[in-house]
């Protein structure tokens, strides 16, 4: 178990350089270079860009506008989770550099869109947004740390791993569509208000939707969560026999 954990620790405690240095040799080869740099690779590193953007829009733009530039984004950015991998198979530019990509990706959309909607989230569901954006969020660190230690053996992705992620980008794009709608509607909420009409809110609606949305994305993601750490947990047993 000493050595498990010593070859655990010196996979994490690489500098930066020592993880990068493979990368840059490889973009220095043309031939390398030319299967790094596929169609397909390129629009996977779009939607990593495309993370960080979501949190420029709230800092670059004003609201209403931010909730617009970001929910742009996002929604852009996961549609393209399907783009990439359909590229990839059609354009016959499957690569290593892809796999390794597309659930980086994937996380850091998640990672970043759960914050955005943490940080704005409107209306009187505080706690029950967090606690499914804390099971999601745990359970990706905790995969992808356990994929880190277990280093060159692949934990193949499931099928019901990618309803989870398609479940959970849903949801996320649907929790971010709330202030964009919300704004949208204020005009038509104020010709109710003077005119003593009964309406429900749009927005709210929406905003529900997503929550349980969200909910069962963070019941997926459990699933398979214990599913990934059963069978790592089978292979961390197999390498101490």
């Known amino acids: 178990m000493a050595a498990l954990a010593a070859r655990g620790a010196r996979r994490f405690c690489r500098g930066p ?13 043309r031939a390398m270079a030319a299967r790094i740099w596929t169609v397909p690779n390129l629009v996977t590193l779009a939607r ?51 796999k ?10 998640v990672f970043v869109g759960l914050g955005a909607v943490l940080a704005f989230a409107r209306g009187p569901y505080p706690v029950e947004l967090l606690l499914p954006a804390a099971v999601i969020l745990v359970r990706e660190a905790l995969v992808s740390g356990l994929r880190e230690f277990l280093g060159d053996v692949k934990l193949a992705v499931t099928r019901l791993a990618k309803w989870k992620t398609t479940v959970q980008m849903v949801a996320i794009g649907v929790l971010l569509s709330v202030h964009v709608i919300a704004v949208g509607e204020g005009e038509l909420v104020q010709r109710h208000i003077e005119r003593g009409e009964q309406f429900i809110l749009a927005s709210e609606l929406v905003e529900l ?23 790592g947990v089978a292979h961390i047993s197999a390498m101490e026999e």
């Open 17 to 29: 350089r020592a993880c990068l240095a493979p990368f840059f040799r490889a973009c220095s080869n």
């Open 48 to 98: 990593i860009a495309a993370a960080p953007g979501i949190a420029l829009a709230f800092w670059v733009f004003e609201r209403p506008l931010a909730d617009q530039v970001a929910l742009a984004l996002f929604m852009s950015a996961a549609l393209t989770d399907f783009l990439d991998g359909w590229l990839a198979r059609r354009l016959g530019q499957v690569s290593e550099l892809g």
């Open 100 to 109: 390794m990509l597309d659930p980086i990706a994937d996380k850091a959309m």
């Open 209 to 231: 939707f997503g929550l349980y949305l969200l909910w069962i994305a963070a019941v997926l993601t459990a699933i398979t969560g214990v599913d990934y750490f059963r069978k």
